[in-house]
């Protein structure tokens, strides 16, 4: 008997520990830790400082024609909208696995190219190939971040900015991993691009779904934990980046900076259990107080009891929650007769409500300036710090510097701008409008540098970079509602790749190629005596960065005019309704525990 009883405990402890393992991979916390690797892979656009100059030379290009090129980059990384519309009929699996099987593709034929494994491809052909690849982290965006923001509307300043963040600092990441496992090969950190990201997706494919909203009392309180993590990890690899500037790292330095980095990595994910297994031990202490009359109940009646332990809905209510869409959807007036019949900020606006809007036009030309010049700058730091005399692992660490600073950016806009709005109603459209200003300050410390400024310029490029982009999603999401977020989160940074080929292709490269074609016309030779063109000196990029500084504080101005429309809406309680809408949630949460297990 008492082997008998032993055995029987254990095989019960089996059992709970598999429903426990089956509530943390299908819990809300899990499913934002896979979101946090997600993005990790996301990033990887922002890696073109490092492997452009091997694009460059490798190839043959001039500056206009790599400028050409790392248009096609943004222009792929920020047209989202296929994903957006893609999201809105098919499931996120679907769009996780679209987009790494883009990333893979497109980032792998670069590399055939650029290590002669194939024959040289057109202009036109590797502009195709990078907007490809590009263009997978725009699925990577849809399917991990708005599933995310869904899951925890009352949080979505707080969950954009981690997210973003983690995105942020991804280049640094990345960059850790391809030098302990490919050296100084900056060829190879094009494969890893092309594997790795796509790796990611596979892996938490089915993880990612929309769930039901349900209020937690410490919901706050565990994104600061998350925060904490990330910080630690950002701090980690910006001592990291300072240590290799200064000492010459060998490939075993980068192999242990590498586990530091994959264990912090790890910790989001003891959280994710730590919490699911509070709300674990709070469902049993009410399956343990219902009475025993409910327990012989529940014993006469075995298949209802276990009804509502079932992931998915019952047929019942899903059939009769499609028919009540049926029936709105045909009596509702078409989308294009209510355009310009808009609902107030905050509520759900259609698509062509929210893109035919004044308050979009606003951010769209703010986005322009502010998204297209930082993009410049950032695209053109292997270049500018080539241009100034410094060597590749200084302009590795410019690289590294921006993605952790645009962490920063993107996890203080979050969090920040979020305590602003809750106690003291500051509007997030004015935050925006004061990280545009720092921008200008950044480019203006390019266009005149000093000893050290590019460091510094690096620090602030990132910080307003990644700032903006939190800001911008966040905004969207509260002027315009959550029903059509997928699509509209994507329309919202359609303005930078417009504004990045104005201001690299048209203003920036064009004038970096004057600048080298006058230095060769000094040492009397023509554009054809060289195969690359490169400028050295101060006055490469002087004029171009005054250019960007001047269009940055004009956006500057532009949403201050967005300050003033929306300064009402802020003064309000903006998440009001997602407050209400949740208590139901909360309610049915508590009675399919008490009748479920």
């Known amino acids: 008997m008492g082997a008998a009883e032993t055995s029987s405990a254990a095989?019960?402890?089996?059992?709970?520990?598999?429903?426990?393992?089956?509530?943390?991979?299908?819990g809300r916390w899990f499913s934002v830790y896979a979101s946090f690797l997600i993005m990790v892979g996301a990033g990887a656009t922002y890696l073109f400082g490092i492997y452009s100059k091997e694009i460059k030379s490798s190839m043959g290009y001039d500056q206009s024609t790599l400028n050409l090129i790392g248009f096609f980059k943004d222009l792929g990384a920020n047209v989202g909208v296929?994903?957006?519309?893609?999201?809105?009929?098919?499931?996120?699996?679907?769009?996780?696995?679209?987009?790494?099987?883009?990333?893979?593709?497109?980032?792998?034929?670069?590399?055939?190219?650029?290590?002669?494994?194939?024959?040289?491809?057109?202009?036109?052909?590797m502009c195709a190939y990078i907007c490809v690849g590009a263009n997978s982290q725009n699925f990577a965006n849809t399917g991990a971040l708005v599933t995310s923001v869904k899951n925890f509307p009352e949080s979505r300043g707080v969950m954009l900015g981690l997210l973003k963040g983690f995105v942020g600092l991804s280049g640094a990441i990345m960059t850790q991993i391809y030098l302990a496992v490919y050296g100084d090969d900056s060829k190879s950190l094009i494969l890893l691009i092309g594997w790795f990201p796509a790796a990611i997706s596979v892996v938490f494919v089915f993880?990612?779904?929309?769930?039901?909203?349900?209020?937690?009392?410490?919901?706050?309180r565990v994104f600061y934990h998350f925060l904490y993590v990330s910080i630690a990890l950002a701090l980690f690899l910006m001592v990291v980046t300072i240590l290799e500037k200064l000492y010459d790292f060998p490939r075993s330095a980068y192999a242990g900076s590498v586990t530091v980095v994959c264990a912090l990595l790890f910790v989001p994910l003891v959280i994710a259990i730590r919490e699911e297994f509070t709300l674990w031990n709070l469902q049993k202490q009410q399956e343990n107080s219902i009475s025993p009359t409910?327990?012989?109940?529940?014993?006469?009646?075995?298949?209802?009891?276990?009804?509502?332990?079932?992931?998915?809905?019952?047929?019942?209510?899903?059939?009769?929650?499609?028919n009540q869409e049926d029936k709105s959807k045909s009596s509702s007036p078409s989308c294009f007769t209510t355009i310009f019949k808009k609902p107030p900020r905050g509520e759900d606006y259609t698509i062509l409500q929210a893109l035919l809007s004044i308050d979009m036009s606003i951010l769209f030309l703010a986005t322009l300036f502010g998204l297209g010049s930082a993009l410049t700058a950032i695209d053109n730091l292997g270049q500018i710090g080539e241009s100034l005399g410094y060597p590749t692992r200084t302009i590795s660490s410019f690289v590294s510097l921006v993605s952790i600073w645009n962490f920063f950016g993107r996890v203080f806009a979050g969090f920040v701008s979020e305590a602003l709005v809750a106690k003291w109603r500051f509007p997030r459209t004015l935050m925006l409008s004061l990280v545009l200003l720092l921008l200008c300050v950044g480019h203006l410390m390019i266009a005149f540098p000093i000893a050290g400024s590019v460091y510094v310029a690096s620090v602030i490029l990132g910080f307003a970079f990644g700032a903006q982009l939190t800001l911008l999603f966040t905004?969207?999401?509260?002027?315009?509602?959550?029903?059509?977020?997928?699509?509209?989160?994507?329309?919202?940074?359609?303005?930078?790749?417009?504004?990045?080929?104005?201001?690299?292709?048209?203003?920036?490269?064009?004038?970096?190629?004057?600048?080298?074609?006058?230095?060769?016309?000094?040492?009397?030779?023509?554009?054809?005596?060289?195969?690359?063109?490169?400028?050295?000196?101060?006055?490469?990029y002087r004029k171009s960065f005054l250019i960007l500084a001047a269009g940055t504080f004009l956006g500057a101005l532009v949403s201050m005019i967005l300050v003033m429309r929306t300064r009402q809406f802020y003064k309000g309680d903006?998440?009001?309704?997602?407050?209400?809408?949740?208590?139901?949630?909360?309610i049915d949460m508590v009675e399919a525990t008490a009748g479920g297990r």
């Open 294 to 322: 409910e327990i012989a109940i529940d014993k006469l009646h075995p298949v209802e009891s276990t009804k509502p332990a079932e992931l998915p809905p019952p047929p019942s209510s899903s059939s009769s929650s499609s």
């Open 11 to 26: 095989g019960c402890g089996g059992v709970e520990v598999g429903r426990f393992a089956v509530q943390v991979i299908t």
């Open 475 to 540: 905004i969207i999401s509260e002027l315009f509602g959550l029903k059509y977020y997928s699509t509209l989160f994507n329309c919202g940074q359609l303005a930078s790749p417009l504004g990045t080929y104005v201001l690299n292709v048209k203003i920036t490269g064009m004038l970096y190629d004057n600048e080298a074609l006058k230095e060769l016309a000094k040492k009397g030779m023509t554009r054809s005596s060289v195969k690359e063109l490169t400028c050295l000196g101060v006055r490469c």
């Open 207 to 220: 993880t990612i779904r929309t769930m039901k909203v349900v209020r937690q009392p410490n919901e706050l």
């Open 574 to 586: 903006i998440y009001k309704k997602f407050r209400e809408e949740a208590k139901p949630s909360e």
């Open 82 to 125: 296929p994903a957006g519309l893609i999201a809105e009929v098919t499931p996120t699996w679907f769009v996780l696995l679209i987009g790494s099987a883009l990333n893979f593709s497109g980032f792998f034929m670069i590399w055939l190219a650029v290590t002669g494994k194939i024959a040289q491809p057109k202009v036109w052909q």
